[in-house]
């Protein structure tokens, strides 16, 4: 491509958008992706077609309830997934078989199964894939940067702590011995006028599979290598909906990883009281010339004024080019068929170092990750 041509944008089907709307808004973001139609099965209950309808809407562009049709009829080069997780690799091999490039959101899915027909499908049709992360947050390049100068010397211990400050429901403890269980979907479902639905879908999900991709991600780009065996303890200790699903709200986990790396995390879902920002998310490396303490939320500001809603987050991030970023990363892999930042493969030892946590924290022994 010469220096005169303008640069191609590129089209995107939004295939199912039922839960949070950052990851197509952020697409949209880029001057180069557009998106084109919404799509989904025909054969999803009544919530999933008001929010997908709700979405193109906002848009202005059309909802088409076949994927099929969709993918063929509207002249798209990618597909962006927001739908609930278990649904999430269904649709990218779809897209994927379509020759389609795709984006999907986090997690990658319940299922390793699911994650390795993904793979598989991916690579075989040789599209780009892209799991919606946070790598490219301020705090994280510069961290990058830092490890990559070796400033610090060799790297040899990283730990994260990933406290995510959102209420979930009813507090453990608050309801009575007679009441029903809380109904995951159903709670969920209502979760999401507040945003903290990230969890929707049949199958319960505890932090760490909902959030754990943040933190191993970052993990894993600092590192430069994967995670070979885990340790952990997993709690229901905040949430009465947590309790009632056997999902956990609050962990643990020690990485044995590659070369000798020591990682490790904790994360939970803490309430909203219990932080004036989104959470205490902080990451400690320690190097054999240096260590480094760095705050995820930096740089931010204070906002404090009468009348404000207690809802609302007084500290607020500035600075945040994070999806304007990662849609430029997706753009130049297409152009120069690179490397994304966290493609499927990525995500995939994501996920399976996540059931390995949970395994290990069912079992109280070390697991291996497979």
């Known amino acids: 491509m010469g220096n005169g041509e303008s640069k191609k944008r590129f089209r995107a089907a939004v295939l199912s958008v039922v839960k949070h709307a950052y990851v197509p808004n952020g697409v949209a973001a880029h001057p180069r992706f557009e998106l084109a139609v919404v799509a989904d099965d025909a054969d999803q209950p009544d919530w999933v077609h008001q929010r997908n309808e709700a979405f193109a809407y906002q848009h202005n562009i059309p909802y088409v309830r076949d994927v099929a049709q969709a993918l063929t009829d509207y002249d798209v080069d990618l597909a962006v997934i927001s739908s609930e997780a278990e649904r999430h690799c269904d649709l990218g091999v779809r897209a994927a078989a379509a020759g389609l490039h795709v984006i999907l959101d986090k997690p990658l899915s319940t299922q390793l199964s ?3 027909r993904l793979v598989a499908e991916v690579d075989e049709r040789g599209v780009k894939s892209l799991l919606w992360n946070r790598n490219y947050l301020p705090a994280l390049v510069q961290a990058r940067e830092l490890v990559q100068s070796g400033t610090l010397g060799q790297l040899q211990a990283i730990h994260v702590d990933f406290y995510f400050a959102k209420d979930a429901g009813p507090p453990r403890g608050s309801r009575g011995p007679d009441d029903p269980p809380i109904n995951w979907l159903e709670s969920l479902i209502a979760a999401h ?27 894993r780009m600092l590192s430069g290598v994967e995670v070979e065996k885990v340790f952990a303890r997993t709690a229901a200790h905040f949430h009465q909906r947590n309790v009632d699903n056997q999902v956990d709200d609050l962990a643990t986990v020690t990485l044995q990883m590659q070369g000798g790396l020591i990682g490790s995390l904790c994360i939970g879902r803490i309430g ?11 990451l400690h490396l320690v190097g054999s010339e240096g260590s480094l303490v760095i705050s995820e939320a930096r740089p931010e500001v204070a906002v404090y004024y009468r009348g404000q809603d207690r809802q609302e987050f007084p500290h607020r991030r500035i600075a945040g080019e994070n999806d304007f970023l990662l849609m430029e990363n997706f753009a130049q892999a297409i152009d120069h068929n690179g490397p994304t930042i966290l493609d499927v493969r990525g995500g995939r030892q994501i996920a399976a170092t996540v059931a390995a946590a949970l395994e290990s924290g069912q079992s109280g022994q070390l697991v291996r990750v497979s």
């Open 193 to 219: 006028v507040d945003g903290s639905d990230g969890g929707v879908g049949n199958k319960p999900m505890g932090e760490l599979e909902i959030e754990g991709i943040y933190p191993l991600a970052y993990i």
């Open 272 to 282: 909203a009281a219990s932080h004036p920002d989104i959470g205490e998310i902080k």
């Open 114 to 116: 699911e994650c390795d």
